[in-house]
């Protein structure tokens, strides 16, 4: 997944303002900034789901704008709040995500039960929607996103209502499926739990990156807003 000077604002210093990004297959790389730095927006843009003013993103070589179903077969996507037909039950939810995916139909009961474990959802899988928690709700999207084994994963801020436990399934998730050869691009607040997962980690402010955080680093707290305030005072001289 690649995007080249993509833009998209919305008023000056809003939306996105030429980035230039890579997520290559093996790895998981993470952006962070803070609230309204233009996260959403760009991973909208990487999908499709916003035209860009100006720039290109591209899945596998393909333009997003007009690349193939078989490319959005091996995406798996969830920005924004997780839907899920409320009526429907787990399992089911998950099922039709996984047939909307292209998963073959004797394949769907294994993947949407191997997923249903993989995020502790078990319990749940006959409960309608409606009735799930928030973080159940999460999880539910998560599955939804995960259950065609994508190659390429954009998830947006996904540790949102997540207790401790599903904080840790989705990271084995993601460490995993990065290890099998998919490339992961996740938005996060929590700067501790990206540095234990991330392979990289940009910085965006205004739009715009601004630097990296090294996942290794001693006080990666400090690192972030010293790249921040730095940024925040080249915009006001
Ligand atoms: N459709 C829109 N119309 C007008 N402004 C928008 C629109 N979408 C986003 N913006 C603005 O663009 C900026 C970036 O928003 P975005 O949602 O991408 O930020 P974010 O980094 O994901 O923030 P958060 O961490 O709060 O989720 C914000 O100032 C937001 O108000």
Same mark, same amino acid.
């Given at each position: 997944?690649?995007?080249?000077?993509?833009?998209?604002?919305?008023?000056?210093?809003?939306?996105?303002?030429?980035?230039?990004?890579?997520?290559?297959?093996?790895?998981?790389?993470?952006?962070?900034?803070?609230?309204?730095?233009?996260?959403?927006?760009?991973?909208?843009?990487? %999908?499709?789901?916003?035209?860009?003013?100006?720039?290109?993103?591209?899945?596998?070589?393909?333009?997003?704008?007009?690349?193939?179903?078989?490319?959005?077969?091996? &995406?798996?996507?969830?920005?924004?709040?997780?839907?899920?037909?409320?009526?429907?039950?787990?399992?089911?939810?998950?099922? &039709?995500?996984?047939?909307?995916?292209?998963?073959?139909?004797?394949?769907?009961?294994?993947?949407?039960?191997?997923?249903?474990?993989?995020?502790?959802?078990?319990?749940?899988?006959?409960?309608?929607?409606?009735?799930?928690?928030?973080?159940?709700?999460?999880?539910?999207? %998560?599955?939804?996103?995960? &259950?065609?084994?994508?190659?390429?994963?954009?998830?947006?801020?996904?540790?949102?209502? %997540?207790?401790?436990?599903?904080?840790?399934?989705?990271?084995?998730?993601?460490?995993?499926?990065?290890?099998?050869?998919?490339?992961?691009?996740?938005?996060?607040?929590? %700067?501790?739990?990206?540095?234990?997962?991330?392979?990289?980690?940009?910085?965006?402010?205004?739009?715009?990156?601004?630097?990296?955080?090294?996942?290794?680093? &001693?006080?990666?707290?400090?690192?972030?807003?010293?790249?921040?305030?730095?940024?925040?005072?080249?915009?006001?001289?």
């Amino acid at each position: 997944m690649t995007a080249r000077g993509l833009v998209r604002e919305f008023a000056p210093g809003t939306g996105v303002s030429g980035v230039d990004l890579d997520v290559g297959t093996g790895e998981i790389h993470a952006i962070v900034g803070l609230n309204g730095a233009g996260k959403t927006t760009l991973m909208r843009l990487l %999908l499709g789901m916003l035209r860009p003013s100006a720039g290109i993103a591209l899945i596998d070589g393909h333009d997003v704008a007009s690349a193939p179903a078989t490319v959005w077969a091996r &995406v798996g996507h969830l920005v924004d709040h997780p839907l899920a037909y409320a009526e429907l039950t787990t399992r089911e939810n998950v099922a &039709v995500a996984a047939r909307l995916h292209g998963v073959p139909r004797r394949r769907i009961d294994d993947a949407v039960t191997g997923v249903i474990v993989e995020l502790g959802l078990d319990r749940y899988s006959d409960g309608r929607a409606r009735t799930l928690s928030q973080g159940n709700r999460q999880r539910l999207g %998560l599955a939804a996103a995960l &259950v065609h084994d994508p190659g390429v994963l954009v998830l947006d801020e996904p540790t949102n209502g %997540l207790d401790p436990a599903g904080v840790v399934l989705l990271r084995e998730s993601l460490l995993r499926r990065c290890a099998d050869g998919a490339g992961v691009l996740v938005s996060s607040h929590h %700067l501790d739990e990206v540095a234990r997962v991330a392979s990289r980690i940009t910085v965006v402010n205004r739009g715009r990156i601004v630097g990296a955080l090294d996942p290794h680093g &001693v006080d990666i707290e400090r690192e972030f807003f010293a790249l921040i305030h730095a940024d925040d005072e080249q915009y006001a001289s």
